[in-house]
């Protein structure tokens, strides 16, 4: 029987698709991580594009990732980067089958768990995804350093993840809660957490991990804001719902909308986090006098703001310019307490 090899690091996926939070998460779960993505990112990227002959890139990569395994078939790591590969181009049974085969050599291979429990979800097959991410999460419940394991935070975010694809609300915040207690930085877990939060009707504590989320990343994430509307309307504060719904119109490209609507509460009670979100308009849209301008404002209200006098230093640091070509300046302000 051929006994598989288990390379010193091993790699891990995280299977919703190319994008700047799956960079960062990815990065979080350590380098080789990013070298099997940046191996089967070619894959994902061109998946669907044609040479004018001869096979796809994604062809060649199938190819060469299976090549790779008939030379060494007793290499875990290369049936790793071929399951990886399988999963990129949507040969999900095919990459099942890679997974498996680690598996019979190496039951606890928290890599391949990971991977077959990521691949499972895709079809649907959510009983027996949660299965073999439970195998990680129990078997490392009590190891020496379980606390700071990036896989082990993987695979109770996925758990958190599936749970609340099935409509179980508590369970999905007691996973997404100890992902967050290994990485606190989590956006993803963050936004899940909050959704899970409300279902349970706790939209108080769900706006706060709402707000979490969005502080790690405030642009380009919809589903955050559209969540705190959600939240707002059910404590029936109006003008914070309204200021979240619109940071949704700004996060749809729909910045003049957003900007007026913003523009009628800041005078009110959501008065500092409209503000906020003008700034960072102004700031997205590279108008640094107009974001100055938006955040001096806040600064005025509350000088010890955290969120203002990091942008404010962002914009006024060694080589930041205005649009027009100035170095730009804001007059100094007194720091106090954090909003």
């Not at 508590?170 to 992902?179: P, Q, S």
């Not at 279902?199 to 709402?210: I, N, R």
Request: proline share 4%.
């Amino acid at each position: 029987m051929t006994t598989l090899t288990q390379p010193e690091t091993e790699p891990t996926t995280k299977p919703d698709g190319i994008s700047e939070r799956t960079l960062s998460r990815l990065v979080t779960w350590g380098a080789a991580a990013l070298v099997l993505l940046l191996a089967v990112f070619g894959v994902l990227y061109t998946l669907g594009q044609r040479s004018t002959s001869g096979p796809t890139l994604a062809e060649r990569q199938v190819s060469a990732a299976e090549d790779a395994v008939k030379a060494a078939p007793q290499n875990v790591q290369n049936r790793l980067k071929l399951a990886a590969t399988y999963q990129a181009v949507g040969r999900l049974d095919d990459a099942v089958a890679q997974f498996d085969e680690v598996l019979k050599a190496v039951p606890t291979n928290s890599t391949a768990l990971l991977g077959l429990g990521s691949v499972l979800i895709e079809q649907g097959n959510l009983d027996a995804a949660k299965a073999d991410l439970t195998k990680i999460t129990s078997a490392t419940s009590k190891a020496e350093f379980s606390n700071v394991d990036p896989q082990v935070e993987a695979a109770h975010y996925w758990l958190g993840s599936i749970a609340m694809k099935q409509n179980q609300a508590d369970a999905a915040v007691k996973e997404l809660t100890a992902a967050l207690a290994i990485d606190s930085s989590d956006a993803d877990a963050w936004y899940l957490l909050g959704t899970a939060q409300s279902k349970q009707g706790q939209d108080k504590v769900a706006v706060e991990s709402l707000k979490r989320a969005l502080l790690f990343v405030p642009t380009g994430w919809c589903e955050p804001y559209s969540a705190l509307n959600t939240s707002y309307t059910k404590l029936a504060l109006t003008d914070m719902a309204e200021y979240a719904g619109a940071m949704a119109d700004f996060c749809a490209d729909r910045s003049a909308s957003a900007t007026q609507r913003l523009e009628r509460l800041t005078s009110g009670p959501a008065a500092i986090d409209a503000l906020l979100g003008l700034g960072l308009i102004a700031e997205t849209g590279s108008d640094r006098t107009a974001a100055l301008a938006w955040y001096q404002k806040v600064l005025k209200a509350q000088p010890g703001n955290v969120t203002a006098l990091s942008a404010v230093a962002r914009l006024t640091g060694p080589g930041a310019t205005t649009t027009t070509g100035h170095a730009a300046s804001v007059a100094p302000t007194t720091a106090g307490k954090a909003s």
